[in-house]
């Protein structure tokens, strides 16, 4: 199915501006019907109704993550499309969490910042090699003996010259410091999410690039907490995202020798956001 027209794709990203990111790849690629679903929930009872051959959904989610949501999905027998294509999206691509998605059911997992190049090929190997769909017991989804279809891992960076592969630390110190003024700005005027979006966005690609998994996690979070900020008391907002930012800054600044302290650090940014959303919640 390489013809992009036949695909019918609902994306599940709460994070709107990564959400408005893989919405503008699909467009720009010839992709007409494409719908974006901020909330898993709201996403489950659209598709009961939208004939979506290929779901996009982001592994940081809440309540639930993405492996969790694909599990309920593909067993789900009101929703008429529970055996079409699902691929995780991540920020924090690994190995582990490849298989989490394959036992879960998914299609594929495809690492983030998402081109477009990678994201149409991996729909498309997907599509044109449709595997055998199990519905039994213990699991439900397509064949796992083949594995999962994997992409745009961290190890796959961009080579800049011989002198530098990846962002230096001069770099990376700089887009923190960014980042720590446009989360002031944001914490001061609510309008001012953008930049703190499009800042973090620079220390997500660091990340990525240099396969830090406990920032990729931090950042996750964080991206995650500025999506649903809204509805907040604005005092939850501001104790999240000074975790959030601190967080950020502390990884930074530690070395790859304090490996236990870094993933308590990002663990903790991750809690931070979890709280945050149970209090909309209450």
Not at 77 to 84: D, I, S
């Amino acid at each position: 199915m390489n013809n992009l027209k036949t695909w019918t794709v609902l994306v599940v990203e709460p994070n709107k501006f990564e959400g408005q990111i893989i919405l503008d790849l699909l467009r720009n690629a010839g992709v007409d019907k494409v719908k974006v679903c901020m909330d898993q929930a709201a996403a489950i009872d659209l598709l009961e109704v939208y004939p979506a051959n290929v779901v996009i959904a982001s592994f940081e989610m809440l309540p639930m993550d993405g492996a969790a949501w694909t599990r309920a999905y593909r067993r789900n027998h009101k929703l008429p499309g529970r055996k079409q294509a699902i691929f995780i999206t991540s920020g924090a691509f690994s190995l582990a969490m490849a298989e989490e998605c394959r036992h879960a059911g998914a299609n594929a997992l495809i690492g983030k910042p998402i081109s477009a190049k990678v994201l149409t090929a991996t729909i498309s190997k997907v599509l044109g090699k449709p595997r055998e769909f199990i519905d039994a017991a213990g699991y439900v989804g397509p064949c796992r003996r083949a594995g999962i279809v994997t992409a745009g891992a961290p190890k796959q960076r961009r080579k800049a010259d011989d002198s530098a592969t990846s962002m230096d630390a001069k770099t990376l110190q700089s887009v923190v410091d960014a980042l720590v003024q446009a989360a002031a700005a944001y914490a001061m005027d609510a309008n001012k999410l953008d930049g703190c979006e499009s800042a973090l966005r620079q220390v997500q690609a660091y990340a990525v690039n240099s396969g830090d998994g406990p920032l990729m996690r931090a950042c996750a979070a964080f991206a995650l907490q500025l999506s649903s900020a809204k509805g907040l008391r604005v005092e939850a907002v501001r104790a999240s995202l000074e975790v959030c930012v601190n967080g950020v800054v502390k990884l930074v600044s530690l070395g790859a020798d304090q490996a236990a302290r870094r993933e308590e650090i990002a663990e903790g940014v991750r809690q931070a956001v979890g709280k945050a959303s149970m209090q909309r919640a209450a």
